[in-house]
């Protein structure tokens, strides 16, 4: 079965509006491509607490969860420490962690044009973003070297922690898709169908789409409002969505339900 995906995010600047969150979209971008979808998404600020709790329910579900944001080693980076907590396990420095952060050290030391000094205490700290949970699995940073890591939880699914800067997540993310759920992909296999009603309520369409449902089982039927729109005004984009000839089944008999309403229609849109 496929499993549900998840994605936490993880950051004061968040939730204080001093950034915008843009991991979601793409997120849903990367899953749409590949056939998937995300089940759900949390936010979380900087509360070792908030953090924790968190991170243990995603822990003890079945379910595959991405977290961004944490895991540096500041003192406002907590994720590392909270995982191993929810997990109940120790923090340990990962040996493969320890050679790529050495390895990216000695890289921006040459950059500089300057002598590789594993000893200086600058260098010593940043060992400290390779301390994971005991038994982690790196991800590998294609950006800067510096790894993510992933935890297996006792609900039977995984949660993947990746830094919460774009240029180094959503690669990270996608290779996770890639190289770890490649056999849940659906490319080409689910779609939407739907129809802009103009000035409907949805209370009066709502015994429609339940019916819908009822006689199409493994189709849903959404409903999405809009008082506002500057082409259509009020109006609710009415439809459909799963297997391609599922949906195109109950699509028809939407269609037909609606003959029994006195409605204006904008376009038809298919996904």
């Known amino acids: 079965m496929t499993p549900t995906f998840g994605l936490i995010i993880i950051g004061d600047e968040i939730m204080s509006g001093k950034r915008q969150d ?6 849903i971008e990367l899953m749409t491509a590949r056939g998937l979808s995300l089940g759900w998404a949390e936010y979380v600020g900087d509360s070792p607490e908030r953090i924790t709790a968190t991170l243990k329910r995603a822990f003890a579900s079945a379910d595959v969860v991405f977290s961004c944001g944490g895991i540096g080693a500041t003192p406002d980076d907590h994720t590392r420490q909270c995982a191993a907590k929810a997990l109940g396990v120790p923090l340990a420095l990962h040996p493969e962690a320890k050679r790529l952060i050495q390895e990216r050290m000695q890289d921006t030391a040459k950059e500089q044009g300057v ?4 000893d200086r205490p600058d260098n010593v700290h940043r060992l400290n973003m390779g301390v994971f949970p005991e038994g982690a699995a790196i991800i590998r940073n ?7 890591f992933s935890c297996s939880g006792a609900g039977g699914g995984a949660v993947h922690f990746v830094p919460g800067f774009p240029v180094m997540a959503w690669p990270m993310i996608e290779s996770v898709l890639d190289s770890q759920y ?3 992909f659906r490319r080409n296999a689910y779609i939407e169908k739907s129809v802009i009603v103009l000035g409907a309520m949805e209370a009066t369409l709502t015994p429609l789409m339940e019916s819908i449902e ?3 089982p493994g189709i849903k039927v959404f409903s999405l409002p809009s008082v506002d729109h500057p082409q259509w005004g009020r109006h609710i984009e009415l439809g459909v ?13 939407l269609r037909q339900g609606l003959k029994a309403f006195p409605l204006e229609y904008g376009p038809e849109l298919v996904r």
């Open 214 to 216: 009822a006689a199409h």
């Open 241 to 253: 969505k799963g297997k391609p000839s599922d949906a195109e089944r109950a699509y028809l008999d």
């Open 22 to 27: 843009k991991h979601m979209p793409k997120v």
């Open 115 to 118: 002598a590789y000094e594993p």
């Open 182 to 184: 490649s056999v849940h």
């Open 142 to 148: 294609p950006y800067n070297k510096i790894p993510g």
